[in-house]
């Protein structure tokens, strides 16, 4: 006789303040790797205040980050991750942010430089620049 079917249960969604923390653990973590200033991490952030900010980073799991603030931390962590697929060495890819890049859409400036325009668009704009690199979805 065989087993019953098991009905798979969905799994509750995780809370806000779980994916803010999980975010920007790993946002100070790339932060770290790639070199930043504090005024570049807030930029990217969406400039916070500095007492928010430093908050964030002294107690992660405190925060409960809006929309705009997940959506960012988002495309940083894809950035991130193009960057370890397209150049496998650490060094390599944790380096390319701020080497000059003369691809359209940089104007040989380096992909730190426009992602501190500070718009999501400019998160976006890298993000979509790897992917293409990579193959992925442009």
Same mark, same amino acid.
């Given at each position: 006789m065989p087993a019953p079917a098991r009905t798979l249960q969905p799994q509750p969604d995780p809370s806000s303040r779980a994916l803010s923390a999980a975010g920007l653990r790993a946002f100070f973590n790339i932060a770290r790797d790639w070199g930043?200033?504090?005024?570049?991490?807030? @930029? *990217?952030?969406?400039?916070?205040? $500095?007492?928010?900010?430093?908050k964030w980073k002294a107690a992660p799991e405190t925060a409960?980050? +809006? $929309?705009?603030?997940?959506e960012r931390l988002s495309y940083l962590l894809g950035i991130? +991750?193009?960057l370890q697929i397209l150049l496998p060495a650490a060094d390599a890819a944790d380096a390319w942010v701020k080497k000059p890049n003369t691809a359209p859409g940089? !104007?040989? +400036?380096?992909? *730190?430089?426009r992602m501190l325009g !500070?718009? @999501?668009?400019? *998160? @976006?704009? @890298? $993000?979509?620049?790897?992917?293409?690199r990579r193959g992925g979805w442009a």
């Open positions: 930043l200033t504090t005024d570049a991490q807030m @930029v *990217l952030l969406g400039s916070p205040g $500095r007492s928010t900010f430093f409960d980050l +809006k $929309r705009d603030t997940l991130y +991750k193009a940089f !104007g040989g +400036k380096s992909a *730190l430089d !500070g718009n @999501v668009a400019d *998160l @976006v704009a @890298v $993000r979509q620049y790897l992917d293409a």
